[in-house]
């Protein structure tokens, strides 16, 4: 199985693109695979996994969320020790005759450092109820009328970033029963076809063709991983640099232009040629391809400032694209 479920689509694709190189032949050794199945069949379930919308951005959302329902509620601790303060100035002098213990601050702040929502939720109901009743004698002894308004406050907002997360959860709930529907449809449509490629190999004796649809083999047409992280290049006034020797053809070469000055990409067969034309890259745009797409000639990859007055910034990145 794939590591990510947005590459299953993908795959399906080489699988379909593997059988169509032979579509005669399989239909010929079992007539079940037609084209109409494939038309009728295949084609929408391959179709609904290109479309599947991953929970990545969900996930995240529901993350800051949280973050800032902590910090909503984690505001509430100080005021607490400052409200428990006051409460036993208030106790001490005789203008609250509730017991300290009655507010539930102690609670209170437990399920703020828990980080237990529905705890804090009937915590504070118990706490601001008190505090409303007594809250004559705390705003006579400093606890302000803000203060009281600053903890409903703070608990509306961190009530209404934990409704978003409750929302968020059920979206992305939903999401994934979705996606593996839409999955496990795919994949067994997928797994019925390798098995009749690999009976007709088996059939014929071609040990190649059954290799290449295994799901590993499939898999190295999709997958592509970083041969090393984004690098920033620096570019002094009017200077260049090297930034690849002998790359791969296959791969794909990334870059982002930092700076809002004019820089030029190009091959040169010399280390030392320095050239004015090439490939401008656009500002603050991803420009991707690879070293064929590139103007010049050579196996030295080359960036240039042509700005005689300020540095560039270039972020680079090579994906090193398996094929099998």
Known sequence: MAEKIEDIGSASVVLKNIHGTIQAEVEDYDPTFTEDWVTDTWDPAITDALDITTTKGLIKAHKDATKERNFDMDSLLPISKDLEYKLKLCIKAGTITDS?????????????REKNFDGFHS????????????????????????????????????????????????????????????????????????????????????????????????????????????RDRKLKVNGSIVFRTNMDDKNLLQMTLLTDVKVIVYRTKLKTTVLTDGLELPYNELWEGKKEDLPGVGEYIKITNLNTLRKAVVRCFELDVQVS
């Open 100 to 112: 300290l213990g009655s507010f539930g601050l102690a609670n209170f702040r437990k399920n703020i």
């Open 123 to 230: 915590a504070y109901i118990v706490t601001i109820g008190k505090v409303n009743d007594n809250h004559t004698a705390l705003i006579a002894k400093g606890f302000t009328a803000d203060k009281i308004t600053s903890i409903t406050t703070m608990h509306d907002k961190a009530q209404t970033k934990q409704n978003l997360n409750l929302s968020l959860v059920e979206q992305i709930n939903n999401l994934s029963e979705s996606n593996q529907d839409i999955i496990t449809i795919v994949m067994d449509l997928n797994t019925m076809v390798m098995d009749v490629i690999k009976a007709y190999a088996n059939s014929i004796n071609d040990k190649e063709l059954e290799k290449r649809v295994s799901w590993s083999a499939i898999m190295k047409h999709v997958r592509q991983t970083p041969v090393k992280k984004p």
